[in-house]
Structures are given as C-alpha cells and as structure tokens.
C-alpha cells in the first residue's frame, strides 16, 4: 500500500485563441518524459470545443511562460492544470458571450464542440469559433490566469510529515500493488512475473499517459527492489557509476503490468478532481516485491537491492546484512 502527495503551489498560463480557431497555450510547465504537458492541452482543447491538434502548446521558455513549479512532486497537472483550465475559462466564456449575441440566445445555453458553438437543443443554430475569434477585437481573445493553491487543511503540525509538508494533504493520492514473483532457491535469484496495481489518482483525464506513468514506475519499482543500488568505496568514490556495473531494469525485465484507477472525488484536488500520479507507482512496488520474497524466503530481505546474494542469504541463514 503507498502514499504520495500531491503539492499546491502556485502556477500561472496565458491562453489565446486566433483567428483562424486554433488556439495557443503558453505554460511554466515542464515535460521530462511523463507527457504531462499534454493533457494541459486536453484540458484547453476540451473547454473551447477544438481538436487537440488546433491548440499549440508552448513550455519550457522562461521568456514567454508565466513561473510556476518544476516538473517534480506530481505537480505537474495538479498545479498548471488548474492554472491552464482557468485561463481557457475565460476565452470560452468570452466565446460564449459572442455568440450568444450572435445567435439571440442566453451566453448560459451556448454549447462549444467540435470547432462550433452553437445553442443547446438546437445544434444547427450555431457559429464557427474561429468567425466568432475573428470578429473579436485584434482578431483574437485572450486568457490569462494565476492560481494560488489556496488554504492548505488545518492539520496538526505534530503529524507525520510535520508542519513544512501540510500542503501535501491537500490531496493525498493512494495505490495498493500486489506482486507475483519466482525464487530460485538454489541461487537466489528473484524474478517478477506479475504486478497487478489500483491508484487513486482522481480524475484520469488522459488513461493512455496515466496507465503509462504507472507502467514506467512499476519498471523503477522493479529496478528499486532488485538490482539498482549505489556501491561507495572507501573513498567516497561510487564504484558503480557506469551502466554497466550499475543495474538497470531493461523491457526483458518488465513483468506482466495490469492497472485499476479508482476515481475517488477528492476536495481540493487539482482540474476536474484529478490529482498527482508520477511518483505513486515507485512507492508500493518494492514493497509488494519484498513481501512476496520473504513469504517464499520464510523471512524479508531486510536491504534493498534484494539480490540473489541477500535473497540465498536470507533463505540459508535466517537473514542477511
């Protein structure tokens, strides 16, 4: 079973939209390898009726972007997503004023899809968004949002993580991981066959980058509980600083991943109730590994790497340094 947090900090993006109908998102986000920054495009494309292939995405230049948090602590849609929802906020209800007027209908039953806004109930009394973007003044409309994270929970500072964490429990995300893994006995040698998870994460806005996430941290997971791990000499020098003496999980290691996301409404959660997801999956994998080898060893590998030598220890002698 694992806990991670997912942190509010302040976050900021400007949101236009052409005159053409394409729309340009500019976000302080940043994108190691996780996709993140394109759901913050989902979630623009989304609120003004386009195709996700009509919103430019610009991030990553500290020149143009308004500052927010770094790629890191699963912040990433929890905090630019709600900054990035809210600037397309305001160009969709500018929209919708526009075509209310041109429509002769109230702004609240104005629909936006499919590149059109049009009335409630009635689909073919409509008007494209980009006539509507033209028309407005400079040809374009533009969104701009900064979003502070708002009260954290008042939770006492004698908690686990103490007073410099409380805004980790704004809304705390869960997994539980359970782990199918063969044991050679005679050397030691443990294999993953099976890792079967369920997160709740919120909201999954995007389930092809969220079941991604929790494939990718499963395989660190892996790495964690079975071969990675730093040697240091005497010398303080690391001895196993080239990939070849340090082990790193390959795709012939990768085990059998299914994956269950429970969407749970969560107060404070980030756009649309999603919360963080990067970092959850790394933190029940090696646990669920190590319980598994100790049910076969008789008792747990008590350090991590648990290699064949610590497993052949624990099962010979009871336990292993």
């Not at 499919?114 to 407005?136: F, M, Y």
């Not at 969220?210 to 964690?224: L, P, S």
Request: proline fraction near 5%; glycine fraction near 12%; charge should be negative.
């Amino acid at each position: 079973i694992g806990w991670w947090p997912s942190f509010a900090s302040p976050a900021g993006a400007f949101v236009k939209l052409h005159g053409d109908g394409t729309a340009q998102l500019i976000t302080g986000a940043q994108e190691n390898g996780t996709g993140s920054v394109m759901t913050l495009r989902m979630l623009v494309a989304d609120e003004l009726g386009l195709d996700q292939t009509d919103v430019a995405l610009i991030y990553q230049d500290t020149g143009t972007a308004p500052a927010g948090p770094g790629s890191s602590g699963s912040q990433t849609l929890f905090n630019h997503g709600r900054a990035s929802e809210d600037a397309a906020k305001q160009v969709g209800d500018r929209l919708r004023e526009l075509a209310a007027a041109k429509l002769e209908a109230s702004a609240a039953d104005i629909v936006l899809a499919d590149g059109s806004a049009s009335v409630a109930g009635t689909p073919a009394k409509a008007v494209t968004i980009a006539e509507l973007a033209a028309e407005s003044p400079d040809g374009e409309i533009l969104g701009a949002a900064g979003r502070d994270p708002g009260e954290w929970p008042s939770i006492p500072t004698g908690a686990c993580i103490g007073d410099q964490g409380m805004g980790s429990w704004m809304a705390p995300q869960f997994s539980c991981h359970v782990a199918k893994v063969r044991v050679d006995p005679d050397t030691g040698v443990a294999r993953v066959l099976e890792v079967h998870t369920a997160h709740d994460s919120g909201t999954i806005i995007n389930p092809l980058a969220a079941h991604g996430q929790v494939e990718g941290g499963v395989m660190m997971g892996v790495g964690q509980a079975l071969t990675e791990g730093t040697v240091y000499g005497d010398d303080g020098k690391q001895l196993n600083a080239a990939m070849l003496e340090y082990k790193l999980t390959t795709i012939a290691d990768a085990p059998e991943i299914t994956t269950s996301f429970v969407e749970v409404f969560t107060a404070n959660a980030g756009p649309r109730g999603a919360k963080g997801l990067a970092e959850a999956p790394n933190v029940a994998t090696a646990g669920a590994i190590s319980n598994a080898i100790a049910k076969v060893a008789g008792s747990p590998v008590r350090r991590l790497p648990m290699t064949a030598e610590r497993v052949w220890m624990t099962m010979n002698d009871g336990g292993a340094s």
